[in-house]
Every structure is written in structure tokens, then in C-alpha cells.
């Protein structure tokens, strides 16, 4: 059954919460590269960067044009009231302001599959990246500002991190502390029955799934942070990676989609590089940059 007409999508090429302009020309792809929306859909303007470094506010990089962007894609959901909501970031943050709407809509019932390597709980004392505290967020917790825009808090039993890697303590004690289950790459398998053995005994109606591209394999998918040409030898020493792969995604949210009603689907961190740097030469060349008029 086709769900388009009542599916809001949402272009939200928020860069911000990672702190890195790459993720504007990456959101802009994504929605490129997406069969062409037959419902509405919602562009959502964001600062465009410039020479100078993200302020530091109160912890959090670029919070207060955060904290607008999170306004501005709240009022787009709310002009539409939409039974689901597809967005296409973009930093991991752009998926606050739909799950929290899609929670509150499902009557605080809804269940979360957050397909990542990391569990983006952290708070502003561990980093000043806010896409590192989305769902920290939406459970209720974290930073007052961004956590006051949800005004039902998912329950943690409904949630689910598949694909999660290494974590740091911090991040345990979160998942420890409210009960969120997760598995890793080598746990969900060949099949995707530990996840769908998970939303039966949880009884889930409604599920928003989140799909944070860093969960693939950076030396299988090339368009991630990890994969950066440009980034010194070490940059990433340390930091959790992907272990994924796309067929792996796409087996998953295929055989969860038989099981349950998908009402949400956020697709975030696209960092496409050589896209990116070819774009870069393109508009220096002969012919193609642009030039004052004769």
C-alpha cells in the first residue's frame, strides 16, 4: 500500500551538529540521488557557513542556530500534521524534531530502530558535537535546550541500536542505566531475526528507523567521515567505525518493514568525497567557474 501522499519528507541539510559544511552538498545528493517525492515536501534553510570557526555556546557548537533549525523543521512538520515522515539529512540531529513529533503523534508508543555505530547519547560534558546527542535527546535527557522540544520522550525498551560498535563508558552507563537494547554487526547475522524477534516481544505498531550511514564499512562505502581522503593518517585512530554493509541496511529494513508499520525513516552523515572535491574543481575550471560579465 502506497503511504506518499501522506508522508511529509523533509530536506534538512543540517551541518552544525557535526560541525563539518561537507554535510550541506551530502544532504543535497541524498535528496538527488531519492526517487522523486509524490507528497509534500519541506526544505529546511540552514545558516550557510562561513570563514569563521562555530561559535561555542554553553557547550554546544552553533547551538543557537541549531536550536532555530530545530523550530523551523518543527513548524514544517506541524503545517502538515503528517502520518509519516521521511528526512534526509544532514548531521544526525535532523532526526530530533520528526521522531519527537512521530512519538507524540503514535500516543508515546513508538518504536526506534537506530541503525549506527554509535548511540549518540552523549551530553555536553563528553563533547560539543550536538549530532553525539540526538537520542540521548529523545529519551529525555542531555541538554535542556534541545530536550525541552520533546514533549514525550520515547520509551527506552522501544528503542533498538543495531549495528553499534565500541562504545565509551559514558555511552554504556546511558544504555545500562534506561535498559536500551542494542545489537552489533556479528549479532544481527545473516538474517534479521534478533531484531524482529525484538519488536514482536515488544509489541511495536510504529517504527521510526534511523539510518546513520556511518554504520557501513568505510572501506566497502566510501561516501562516510571515516573515509575522508583528505584526513591526516590517525585522524580517526581510536574512533568507532562501521562494520556494515548496504545489502546488509537494506536486508534489514526490508524484513522489518513486513512486521511492523514503518511510519519514519531518517538517512543522515552522507559525506559524499569525491562527489565533494570534484565539485570543488569543477567550478575552477576554464569555461565552467564563474566570472564577472563581459
Known amino acids: 500500500m502506497s503511504h506518499s501522499n501522506r508522508t511529509l519528507r ?3 541539510p543540517q551541518w552544525q551538529g557535526g560541525n563539518n559544511p561537507a554535510y550541506i552538498f551530502g544532504a543535497k545528493l541524498l535528496d538527488y540521488l531519492s526517487p522523486a517525492s509524490t507528497g509534500p515536501r519541506e526544505v529546511i534553510n540552514v545558516d550557510a557557513p562561513t570563514d569563521d570557526e ?5 557547550g554546544i557548537r552553533g547551538r543557537q542556530a541549531l536550536l532555530r533549525q530545530l523550530s523551523d523543521a518543527e513548524d514544517a512538520i506541524a ?4 502520518e509519516r515522515l521521511v528526512v534526509l539529512g544532514g548531521d544526525c540531529l535532523v532526526d530530533l524534531a520528526p521522531f519527537a513529533y512521530l512519538n507524540e503523534r503514535y500516543n508515546g508508543e513508538l518504536g526506534v530502530l537506530w541503525i549506527d555505530a ?21 529519551i529525555g535527557e542531555g541538554d535542556d535546550d534541545f ?9 527506552p525498551e522501544n528503542v533498538m541500536i543495531a549495528g553499534l560498535g565500541a562504545t565509551l563508558p559514558s555511552e554504556s552507563e546511558f544504555l545500562d542505566k534506561h535498559g536500551v537494547s542494542s545489537m552489533g554487526p556479528a549479532e544481527i547475522g545473516d538474517d534479521s531475526m534478533a531484531i524482529i524477534d525484538w519488536i514482536e516481544a515488544r509489541g511495536i505498531r510504529h517504527l521510526a528507523i534511523h ?3 556511518d554504520v557501513l564499512d568505510p572501506s566497502h562505502f566510501r561516501s562516510v567521515l571515516f573515509a575522508d581522503p583528505t584526513a591526516p593518517i590517525g585522524s580517526f585512530d581510536g574512533i568507532t567505525q562501521g562494520d556494515m554493509n548496504l545489502n546488509s541496511v537494506l536486508r534489514l529494513i526490508t524484513d522489518v518493514d ?13 559525506l559524499p568525497w569525491d562527489a565533494i ?6 567550478a575552477k575550471l576554464p569555461l565552467l567557474r564563474s566570472s564577472p560579465s563581459a
Do not use: W, Y
Open 211 to 213: 539510518f546513520d550511514l
Open 118 to 138: 554509535h548511540p549518540d547519547v552523549m551530553t555536553p560534558k563528553e563533547f560539543d558535537h550536538a549530532h553525539a546527542m540526538v537520542l540521548g535527546n529523545l
Open 10 to 12: 523533509l530536506l534538512f
Open 79 to 82: 503545517r502538515h500534521q503528517p
Open 258 to 270: 513486513t512486521k511492523t508499520d514503518i511510519v519514519g525513516l531518517g538517512i543522515t552523515e552522507h
Open 54 to 58: 562555530l561559535p561555542l555556546e554553553n
Open 147 to 155: 530536550r525541552r522540544h520533546v514533549k514525550t520522550p520515547l520509551k
Open 277 to 282: 572535491n570534484l565539485s570543488s574543481v569543477l
